[in-house]
């Protein structure tokens, strides 16, 4: 059975943090959605998690983080259950052998990829796409 995300995956990034940013513990946070753990992305990119939120996307419950880095924000979801599909009219870019959809919705940068079979989305301003590319192929191994 094909899932497709049907909400608005852009208008996550816009929600303010109603939780506090988990605390690192080495390359990863103290946070994870169904054995997936949120990345800590301030040592290798200076990206720093600011706060989190927990929200229902096309009826599954979700857990986003939100970054700072250099006055830009962006929001990391990751969706329990089963991945989905991106949204049609996605552009496809692989890298490091992830496959990554790139959308523009709700004003703002989406990239959407798998991470060990759960559904994740980055969604933000950035000064280039290739900063949401950048980040969601980065691995903690």
């Known amino acids: ?45 200076g990206w ?34 089963a991945p989905v599909d991106a949204p049609e009219g996605a552009r496809i870019v692989r890298r490091g052998g992830l496959e990554i959809a790139l959308v523009h919705d709700a004003g703002r940068d989406v990239a959407i990829f798998e991470r060990d079979g759960r559904t994740c989305i980055l969604a933000g301003h950035v000064e280039r796409t290739s900063t949401l590319v950048r980040l969601a192929a980065w691995t903690a191994s």
Not at 18 to 44: C, H, I, Y
């Open 1 to 45: 059975m094909t899932v497709h995300i049907s909400s608005r995956p852009g208008q996550l990034a816009a929600a303010p943090a109603t939780e506090s940013a988990p605390p690192a513990t080495g390359k990863v946070l103290q946070a994870r959605v169904d054995g997936v753990a949120f990345p800590n992305w301030a040592p290798a990119f």
């Open 48 to 81: 720093k998690q600011t706060g989190s939120r927990r929200d229902r996307l096309d009826g599954r419950a979700t857990r986003t983080v939100f970054y700072e880095h250099m006055g830009h924000r962006i929001a990391y979801t990751i969706l329990p259950g």
